[in-house]
């Protein structure tokens, strides 16, 4: 059986006073609860370290939010996997939408990234999902079918069932829109298919997330759906209650 799993995309928010206050308010709310979703975190950069010792000995996994897709050299500004494992991250996202539209990260850049952090030992959240202009256009499977076979092309297949799929419609990103549960749940269903069609053995294990404007509003219908595993989640992750009842409700 699948474990749910909610990870929190904190994006280029907070300070270092309101990322304490964030993580602290996360860990006491959790307590000594034993959900059945398993938590992660994904903080700026800057802030990894602090919430990487204030995550110590709880629940909750620390993430980044990206990562280089070179193992090191004159790469200003940017952060390998080696420093990431450093800080005791255990998963990474690639190919957030955000990053694809606005540092035009191609698939083959995904791809590299999504191959560097299994290498060194951590769990990539590959995101993966369609334009509005895509969807009207009916050619939402097609282009998640182009993202998730570049890694496929890049790591093989098998890899896929060792890391973790968000699927996020940008057109539902920040927008306050959403996928009906039935629209998230029919593109899981064809990206664990097409999974399947390749490693019949490891799909089923695979977890799939939806990403988009999750709140505690919708949570539960989303997380209802049997090809949901859980959220990605952005700005609801940012409110600690907001983020556990979210937590609370993938079951």
């Known amino acids: 059986m699948r474990r749910p799993l909610v990870a929190g995309n904190w994006k280029m928010n907070g300070t270092l006073t309101a990322v304490e206050a964030l993580t602290k ?6 307590g000594t609860e034993e959900g059945a ?8 950069f800057v802030y990894l370290e602090t919430v990487s010792m204030l995550l110590r ?31 005791g991250c255990r998963y990474v996202i690639v190919g957030h939408s955000e990053r694809r ?23 990539p959240i590959l995101c993966v ?6 969807r009207e256009a009916g050619e939402t499977e097609a282009v998640v079918a182009r993202q998730v076979d570049a890694v496929i092309d890049r790591a093989g297949a098998d890899s896929l069932s060792h ?24 593109v899981h269903e064809f990206i ?23 709140k505690s509003s919708n949570c539960e219908a989303l997380f209802a759906m049997p090809e949901i595993d859980g ?10 209650d907001e983020f556990l009842e979210i937590l609370r409700a993938a079951v």
């Open 37 to 44: 979703a398993e938590a992660v975190v994904c903080p700026p």
């Open 57 to 87: 000995g709880t629940g909750v996994s620390l993430g980044a939010q990206t990562v280089s897709e070179h193992e090191r050299g004159a790469y200003t500004g940017e952060v390998s996997v080696g420093m990431l494992a450093d800080f």
């Open 129 to 134: 999902g369609e334009t509005l202009a895509e």
């Open 192 to 214: 664990r298919d097409r999974v399947c069609a390749l490693v019949p053995a490891n799909a089923d294990d695979m977890r799939i997330v939806y990403g988009g404007s999750v």
């Open 163 to 186: 890391g973790v799929i968000a699927y996020e419609p940008v057109w539902a990103i920040g927008t306050g829109r959403n996928a009906s549960p039935r629209q998230a749940n029919a």
């Open 25 to 30: 308010g996360i860990v006491d709310g959790l």
């Open 231 to 240: 959220g990605l989640i952005g700005g609801a992750s940012l409110d600690p």
């Open 101 to 123: 539209e606005l540092y035009g990260e191609t698939d083959a850049v995904v791809a590299e990234k999504y191959w560097r952090v299994q290498s060194a030992g951590m769990v």
